[in-house]
């Protein structure tokens, strides 16, 4: 997809519905698609029953779009991760034009390198490069190092055809949407 294809990238809805979002410089990032978030946050709402007062992780966070979306329907904070400088500069473009810079924080770092969380969250959001299994592989450290309880509910775009499977971890729904593969995870009851 190219930078001209994904310019319109909005937010789908509550607080900032229709409002733009930057995107990273470069085609070193793949926006989720409209489409896609919009999939993902019912398969996520229905379940969650809203998203008020969670605390979210967006790893691989490219845009921020799956972050900012979550933020604008009621999460109370968002840690963004991702480890290339245009898309982190997208990012605190986002925060700044969105005034959300109390709700936000970033950390320029790659996500198989983070260190043990400081505490569980709420919702745990990965869009990794496609093909690649980073998914998986950042899923077993998180789990790992603290960044996911009993309570956490995480989502995983990959590519239609990748394999996800993370020991420790459930997969409670799965869906794909065109190109992509949305899946939802937790630790067993």
């Known amino acids: ?55 979210v992780a967006d ?11 979550a933020l604008s329907r009621g999460a109370r904070q968002c840690l963004f991760v991702e480890r290339d400088p245009d898309a982190v500069a997208a990012i605190r473009n986002n925060i700044a034009s969105l005034d959300a810079r109390s709700r ?6 790659s996500v198989l390198h983070l260190a043990p969380g400081k505490m569980a969250h709420d919702l745990i959001l990965l869009d990794p490069p496609y093909g ?6 950042a899923l077993d450290r998180l789990l790992r ?6 309570s956490t509910w995480i989502a995983l775009e990959c590519a239609r055809d990748e394999k996800v ?17 949305l899946t939802l995870l937790r630790l067993p009851n």
């Open 165 to 181: 499977e993370v020991s420790g971890l459930e997969t409670v729904a799965e869906r794909n949407v065109g190109k992509a593969k």
């Open 1 to 55: 997809m190219t930078r001209a294809q994904h310019s319109g990238l909005r937010i789908i809805a509550g607080e900032w519905r229709g409002r733009k979002l930057a995107v990273p410089k470069g085609d070193n990032t793949r926006p989720t698609a409209d489409r896609t978030r919009e999939t993902l946050f019912n398969m996520l709402a229905s379940r969650l029953g809203d998203f008020e007062g969670l605390s």
């Open 59 to 69: 790893l691989f966070a490219g845009s921020g779009a799956l972050g900012f979306e």
């Open 132 to 137: 690649t299994g980073a998914g998986s592989v």
């Open 145 to 150: 190092l603290g960044w996911i309880g009993t």
């Open 104 to 109: 936000c924080r970033v950390e320029q770092a």
